[in-house]
Nanobody, 127 residues
Framework: QLQLVESGGGLVEPGGSLRLSCAAS????????IGWFRQAPGKEREGVGC????????DYADSVKGRFTASRDNAKNTAYLQMDNLKPEDTAVYYC????????????????????WGQGTQVTVSS
């Protein structure tokens, strides 16, 4: 069974950091582009970042640029989202997603670009 499992969410104070992990099981993340998304209550799911299968291509939403960093470790079959200087407006359920075979430098933050999704992990930023 192909599965993506996010972990690393939690409660953090404003200005704090979290690192989310996205572990794949049942398939290899090699040749997959990974996208990171979030959905706050009452809002649509939005893309926050992505990393290409080569790892050399990344893209971020303007709201998180300079604060969030996507990375990957194909040997561990895991992708990461480092989130620094967190703000209350970053509170949401965070999801990772994967798409196979779009090219080594392909990266997209569109929800329509991905066909394999994790179950999400809650991130709450509050004092």
């Amino acid at each position: 069974q192909l599965q993506l499992v996010e972990s690393g969410g939690g409660l953090v104070e404003p200005g704090g950091s979290l690192r989310l992990s996205c572990a794949a099981s049942g398939f290899s993340l090699d040749y997959h582009t990974i996208g990171w998304f979030r959905q706050a209550p009452g809002k649509e799911r939005e893309g926050v970042g992505c990393i290409s299968s080569s790892g050399s291509g990344t893209d971020y939403a303007d709201s998180v640029k300079g604060r969030f960093t996507a990375s990957r470790d194909n040997a561990k079959n895991t992708a990461y989202l480092q989130m620094d200087n967190l703000k209350p407006e970053d509170t949401a359920v965070y999801y990772c997603a994967a798409i196979l075979g779009r090219g080594y430098d392909y990266c997209s933050t569109s929800v329509w670009s991905y066909d394999n999704w994790g179950q999400g992990t809650q991130v709450t930023v509050s004092s």
